[in-house]
């Protein structure tokens, strides 16, 4: 199995930014891809960026591409999510989530392997 733990997340005025962090632990024989869904309050989870094992492949939602950069350090076994220019309509639960086989704007969320607690993330007008 894999633990995946989600921190930084917070609150910030909008225009402002937020990093968030993944860390997985308890497996190191699969090489996954990572990404990050959001959840707000009354809507579906929807994808927000995904990255490969490898960091040299990435893919961003439309409503967040060119102010979110999604990256790893397979050293660490941590993904993160640098969010600048943030907007209140990214007031959201954020989850990081594992998957062996691939994620990316297509991938429905109950296809991915493993998913962390989130954290909340609240941007302020």
């Known amino acids: 199995q894999v633990q995946l733990v989600e921190s930084g997340g917070g609150l910030v005025q909008a225009g402002g930014s937020l990093r968030l962090s993944c860390a997985a632990s308890g497996r190191t024989a699969s090489r996954y891809a990572m990404g990050w869904f959001r959840q707000a309050p009354g809507k579906e989870r929807e994808f927000v960026a995904a990255i490969s094992w490898s960091g040299g492949s990435t893919s961003y939602a439309d409503s967040v591409k060119g102010r979110f950069t999604i990256s790893r350090d397979n050293a660490k076994n941590t993904v993160y999510l640098q969010m600048n220019s943030l907007k209140p309509e990214d007031t959201a639960f954020y989850y990081c989530?594992?998957?062996?086989?691939?994620?990316?704007?297509?991938?429905?969320?109950?296809?991915?392997?493993?998913w962390g607690q989130g954290t909340q993330v609240t941007v302020s007008s």
């Open positions: 989530a594992a998957d062996s086989y691939g994620l990316g704007p297509s991938t429905p969320p109950d296809e991915c392997d493993y």
